[in-house]
Each structure stands twice: as structure tokens, then as C-alpha cells.
């Protein structure tokens, strides 16, 4: 089974090249990325061998990736519920009270 692995603290200027040598995949770096390894025990070597590695004055930081958020019925949950929080709109003068 396949498995995702979060690669971070990346320095910018690796490319998809140098991944490609580190973990044999296949751009520019935003100092992140996701690498899909074949099988769960490739994932598991890739993590105890190259967490921590020095790559270019960086060490990386090689981890499972955790499973994309899901989120349900276009609703936002906690404590940003949309809206703007009871700021409502207008305001000022009226035509009461003059």
C-alpha cells in the first residue's frame, strides 16, 4: 500500500531533482513537500533514514503526512463560524431621533 510521507524544513532551492536523489522521485521548492512511497516499509526507511539529514545547511524533517482535512457542507467549524461576528453593517444616523 502506498504511503505519504510530509517532508519539511526543505531549503528553497531544492528542486525535484535533488528529491528525486533523495527518496528516488521525480520545480522549485516551497520548502515543503509530499512523497508518495511504494510500500509502507520503503516509507518506514525513508523516515529512519533521512529524517534529520542535512540538506544544504537544513535539516530535514521526514514524517507520515497526516490525511487531508474533509470538511463537510461548505460549513466551517469552531470558533470562525463565518459571518463577522456581529459586526453588522450601517450604523449611523437614521431617520429616528433627529
Do not use: W
Not at 528525486?20 to 520545480?27: A, D, K, M, W
Not at 457542507?73 to 463565518?82: A, E, V, Y
Request: proline share 4%.
Amino acid at each position: 500500500m502506498a504511503k505519504n510521507l510530509f517532508v519539511g524544513s526543505l531549503p528553497y532551492t531544492t528542486t525535484e531533482d535533488v528529491l528525486s536523489q533523495l527518496f528516488s522521485y521525480t520545480g522549485q521548492s516551497r520548502g515543503f513537500a509530499f512523497v508518495e512511497m511504494a510500500t509502507d516499509e520503503d516509507a518506514a526507511k525513508a523516515i529512519a533514514g533521512l529524517n534529520g539529514y542535512n540538506l544544504d545547511g537544513r535539516n530535514l524533517v521526514v514524517k507520515e503526512a497526516l490525511p487531508k482535512p474533509t470538511y463537510g457542507s461548505g460549513r466551517s467549524s469552531g470558533p470562525r463560524q463565518g459571518g463577522r461576528g456581529g459586526y453588522g453593517g450601517g450604523g449611523g444616523g437614521g431617520r429616528y431621533g433627529r
